[in-house]
């Protein structure tokens, strides 16, 4: 299982197994190539290098069976416990997802219905792929279920303490809705054991903004802020137990906060129905089309087995035409009383 949290400009590792190896040191990881280490780690390729040191080969042949992935926006460093926690700077914060990564459990694992399970809570936005569906399918995930599910019976508030939060405010329920998402999670797939020992790896994303919507309404210097800071790291270290001894410790448990994106780094995109218009031609000249690297070596094969297979027709026709019937065929040497006798 590999759980995967963001935390703004700090990449953290919360749990690991001793398939995977996460090196102590202050080496920055880029925020676009987040999903690149998730994959790795998973045993999977990636269409660029990754030269960073941070992530170290570890077993090939032991992958992690999960990836959980949390991102909490709102605030640029959690005080998570020292020692049993490596953090990495993060630089260029840019919004990502776990897009390619489920899509590699999906062409590869597509017969064994890996578990994939994409959330926002604060956005209504869920995602959900294979065993997924049966396994949440009470998952709260628009804002009135979660909101009801508060207030219903084993929910967090009976045992989270509040402090400053309230129960009438509803950003106070936002963030505490969140929690119950985690609590949840866990609950419901620990009813799956099964699921967490089968041969496909799962895949968990999580976004948090909860705590970012109390730093708006009450102030980062705030009491209520500093209280949701602290019950947040208190359930996703749990949340990270939880889910890392689900899958009997084989999982890597990740966290990365952003305190907010920086969208002039993203890439802008153009739709495919954009017209095209070539301002500067890159030639003048009708020059012929670019082909594939491929091109010749699937031109060589096609004609090399079209000059074989002529070749064959002409030995063939040349052979059956200066054909003996009275040497070449039985059947001209044997008459109608001896092919009765015999």
Partial sequence: ???????????????????????????????????????????????????????????????????????????????????????YPLENAVPFSLDSVANSIHSLFSEETPVVLQLAPSEERVYMVGKANSVFEDL???LRQLRNRLFQEN??????????????????????SELQVLHDISSLLSRHKHLAKDHSP???????????????RYGEDSEQFRDASKILVDALQKFADDMYNLYGGNAVVELVTVKSFDTSLVRKTRTILEAK?????????????????????????VLWIMIALALAVIITSYNIWNMDPGYDSIIYRMTNQKIRMD
């Fill in 1 to 87: 299982l590999l759980v995967t949290c963001v935390l703004g400009n700090e990449f953290s590792i919360l749990r690991s197994p001793g398939s995977v190896v996460f090196r102590n040191g202050n080496w920055p990881i880029p925020g676009e190539r987040i999903p690149d280490v998730a994959a790795l780690s998973m045993g999977f390729s990636v269409k660029e290098d990754l030269s960073w040191p941070g992530l170290a080969v570890g077993n090939l042949f032991h992958r992690p069976r999960a990836t959980v992935m949390v991102m909490v926006k709102g605030v640029d460093k959690l005080a998570l416990p020292p020692g049993s926690v490596i953090s």
């Fill in 140 to 142: 709260s995930v628009t």
């Fill in 155 to 176: 929910s967090v508030f009976s045992s989270l303490p509040l402090n400053s939060l309230s129960r009438n405010n509803e950003v106070d329920l936002l963030f505490l």
């Fill in 202 to 216: 799962d895949l968990y994303s999580l976004e948090l903004a909860g705590l970012d919507e109390i730093g708006k």
């Fill in 277 to 301: 218009q070539a301002k500067n031609p890159a030639s003048p000249y009708n020059l012929a089309y670019k082909y594939n690297f491929e091109y010749s070596v699937v031109f060589n094969m």
